[in-house]
Every structure is written in C-alpha cells, then in structure tokens.
C-alpha cells in the first residue's frame, strides 16, 4: 500500500542492504528519557549516539 502511493520503493530491500547503506552515510540517533512519578523526575538518561563505517584502504 505504501508503494503505491509513493512513499517506498517497490521493489524489497534487504535488511542487511539496508543497514549498508545507512551505516555508509552515517547515523546518529538522540534521545532523553525520564521516568517520574507525580510531576517528580525520578530518572533522566539522555542518549547521543554517532554510529558509521570506516573503510580500511590498504
């Protein structure tokens, strides 16, 4: 349904073809968690994370 209206490709993508592709260019991934408990932050964790390839060019 999403490929016919245009917003993936119609033809599968591997996940592994996938992962390749978006570790070739580069991910970062950011995000803040926090539990509390009657408007009182308990706990905050923030993750920041930048996560690629690199190619060893002997």
């Known amino acids: 349904m999403l490929a016919e209206e245009g ?3 119609a033809e599968r993508v591997a996940l592994v073809d996938l992962l390749d592709r978006l570790l070739a ?3 970062v ?3 803040d968690l926090v539990l ?3 408007d009182i932050d308990l706990v905050r964790i ?3 994370a930048l996560i690629t390839s690199i ?4």
């Open 7 to 9: 917003r993936l490709p």
């Open 25 to 27: 260019g580069g991910v």
């Open 29 to 31: 991934v950011s995000g």
């Open 36 to 38: 509390s408990i009657a």
């Open 46 to 48: 923030s993750i920041h």
């Open 55 to 58: 190619r060893d060019d002997e």
